[in-house]
């Protein structure tokens, strides 16, 4: 169960661009036997929702899993663990893992051996020292010291098979890492996949409001029915 936008508990069903995202991890996986990506996203569109269901389910359900869930902010971060909880609150009891360490960074089950651990980026240190199966940066075009995060937790996670990359952010300008690594991936250099996610997507964002002036070019876009385009895939 996920908190949907007007706070109601529901049943989590993937909307178009969670749909999207799935179809293009597991098409990578299958072909590649692990996952590295790169996600550029508009607002709001259930991206990291995706993501967290995705990675709890994999510590959830088999063993030895570790992943490694980092934000660009505290608050952040404690918005995408407290999804992670949510699952394990309301997962049916049949299929709830047994609890191991239980905090404010950590959700461990001691019988899989599995655990999610989470933090923020400010922490230049975060995630060195160990191993993960499974690394989930979000925002990264947000990170000051992406550069140094790059260099620690990323290195964590083996070449192996099975594991999973995935870093997810927002359009921040044509500067830093992420925007390096997605026109890297662009012009098909390196294993990192890019995956667009357009703004469009989103019903809320079809809305226009006819009492606002609009300009010749607005009036033309508001004519243009953006859902009918095709999946869009770098």
């Known amino acids: ?4 936008k007007k706070g109601d508990i529901v049943t989590f069903r993937l909307n178009r661009a969670q749909r999207h995202i799935h179809a293009c991890l597991e098409r990578q996986l299958k072909e590649t036997r692990r996952v590295r990506a790169l996600i550029v ?5 259930g991206c990291s929702l995706y993501l967290t269901g995705r990675n709890y389910w994999k510590c959830s359900r088999k063993k030895g899993v570790s992943a490694l869930l980092i934000s660009h902010d505290a608050k952040a971060t404690d918005h995408l663990f407290s999804m992670i909880k949510r699952y394990q609150k309301y997962i049916n009891p049949v299929l709830a893992p047994v609890e191991g360490t239980a905090n404010r960074n950590q959700l461990a089950f001691s019988e899989l051996e599995s655990s999610f651990s989470v933090g923020t980026a400010g922490n230049e240190d975060i995630g060195r020292g160990g191993t993960h199966q499974v690394f989930h940066w979000s925002e990264v075009a947000y990170t000051k010291n ?3 995060i790059q ?6 996670v083996p070449n192996a098979a099975g594991t999973e990359i995935v870093l997810e952010s ?5 500067v830093g890492l992420f925007y390096n690594m ?3 991936a662009i012009h098909g250099k390196g294993e990192y996949q890019l995956i667009f996610v357009p703004w469009w997507w989103m019903d809320e964002y079809e809305e226009v409001d006819r009492g606002l002036p609009l300009t010749d070019e607005e009036v033309e876009y508001a004519a243009v ?3 009918e385009y095709p999946e869009a895939v770098m």
């Open 1 to 4: 169960l996920v908190k949907d």
């Open 41 to 45: 996203k508009g607002r709001q569109e």
């Open 146 to 148: 992406a550069d140094l």
């Open 151 to 156: 260099d620690g937790a990323m290195q964590t």
């Open 170 to 174: 927002t359009a921040n300008g044509a």
């Open 182 to 184: 997605c026109d890297a």
């Open 225 to 227: 029915n953006l859902s």
